[in-house]
């Protein structure tokens, strides 16, 4: 009797895990706000709003900046590129500057 409500509640909760793990995206730009990158801004996301163009996945923080970002994708892209390539950094750079700081 034991082995009969085990065996299927290990079964599920193996199959909610997998599929929860199926559905964490990881998106470009080290998952930061595509949108906010073409603004000038980085904001942390969860990639739980985003977006596949090209066969890359974009996040974005909420639907508004999504929406924003849609209306001229290829252009926004691009802000958000010249952006992170003119000294906009990812999260571990704006920690590793900030301890190199603190340690000098």
């Known amino acids: 009797m034991f082995k009969a409500y085990v065996m299927p509640a290990v079964a599920g909760a193996f199959m909610l895990g ?5 559905l964490a995206v990881t ?7 595509t949108m906010g ?17 090209q066969g890359k996945t974009y ?3 909420n639907a508004e900046a999504k929406t ?13 590129h010249a952006y992170r390539s003119k000294g ?7 920690i590793e500057k ?4 603190e340690n000098q």
């Open 59 to 61: 996040c974005f923080g």
């Open 88 to 94: 906009g950094s990812s999260a571990n750079q704006i």
């Open 27 to 33: 998106g470009e730009y080290d998952n930061m706000c």
């Open 18 to 22: 997998m599929a929860t793990a199926a």
């Open 68 to 80: 924003m970002f849609m209306k001229d994708p290829e252009g926004n892209l691009a802000k958000a």
């Open 37 to 53: 990158l073409a603004l000038g801004k980085e904001v942390k996301t969860d990639c739980s709003i985003n977006e596949t163009l």
């Open 98 to 101: 900030e301890l190199q700081q």
